[in-house]
T-cell receptor, first 113, second 115 residues
Framework: DQQVKQNSPSLSVQEGRISILNCDYTNSMFDYFLWYKKYPAEGPTFLISISSIKDKNEDGRFTVFLNKSAKHLSLHIVPSQPGDSAVYFCAASYTGANSKLTFGKGITLSVRP | GAVVSQHPSWVICKSGTSVKIECRSLDFQATTMFWYRQFPKQSLMLMATSNEGSKATYEQGVEKDKFLINHASLTLSTLTVTSAHPEDSSFYIC???????????FGSGTRLTVV
């Protein structure tokens, strides 16, 4: 049972435009969500996170939105840059789970120059 | 910021041999580290939670006798793949966190190929 779902396997965006990466979850106990960026043969790099007490968190070009009622979060990248091309993983955790993360399958973002 | 070092970055071994992967937290102490496995174009699957000074907690379906985890100090956890088989070939990644709000820091991963 996939508790964190990233239903779109890939996304292609023109440089300078907005990239919107979506993520859905099923476990209502999740209270902390993170986005990671990953290049092939490398470990994931932390991008941005959001607690369930918030509905938005912004860090530079990256903004994460959380809709708890819909169990949905999204990562917005604006403006998108070619260097943003990578696989993006959504992850979730909940208090009391020893802080372990549950990952989605990832979305491959391609930013076209 | 928190840095996690993982070694080796890649290893090729023969079937039946054992391989040890090290995960070190370089500038912080980690009472808990996590070991993940990733197959091509798949998600990162948590294998086990490594607890300093105690036994690791394995996820369902992960053989604890095959994937030995030792967390002997606050800065080092090791994963040993015992009696490796070709199906064990995968990308193994460790992570640790100083605090949840800082985000979990991942090692650079180890590409294991069993021939």
């Amino acid at each position: 049972d996939q508790q964190v779902k990233q239903n779109s396997p890939s996304l292609s965006v023109q440089e300078g435009r907005i990239s919107i990466l979506n993520c859905d979850y099923t476990n209502s106990m999740f209270d902390y969500f993170l986005w990671y960026k990953k290049y092939p043969a490398e470990g994931p790099t932390f991008l941005i996170s959001i607690s369930s007490i918030k509905d938005k968190n912004e860090d530079g070009r990256f903004t994460v939105f959380l809709n708890k009622s819909a169990k949905h979060l999204s990562l917005h990248i604006v403006p998108s840059q070619p260097g943003d091309s990578a696989v993006y993983f959504c992850a979730a955790s909940y208090t009391g789970a020893n802080s372990k993360l549950t990952f989605g399958k990832g979305i491959t973002l391609s930013v076209r120059p | 910021g928190a840095v996690v070092s993982q070694h080796p970055s890649w290893v090729i071994c023969k079937s039946g041999t054992s391989v040890k992967i090290e995960c070190r937290s370089l500038d912080f102490q980690a009472t808990t580290m996590f070991w993940y496995r990733q197959f091509p174009k798949q998600s990162l699957m948590l294998m086990a939670t490594s607890n300093e000074g105690s036994k690791a907690t394995y996820e369902q379906g992960v053989e604890k006798d095959k994937f030995l985890i030792n967390h002997a100090s606050l800065t080092l956890s090791t994963l040993t793949v015992t009696s490796a088989h070709p199906e064990d070939s995968s990308f193994y990644i460790c992570s640790a966190s100083l605090e949840r709000s800082y985000g979990y820091t991942f090692g650079s991963g180890t590409r294991l190929t069993v021939v």
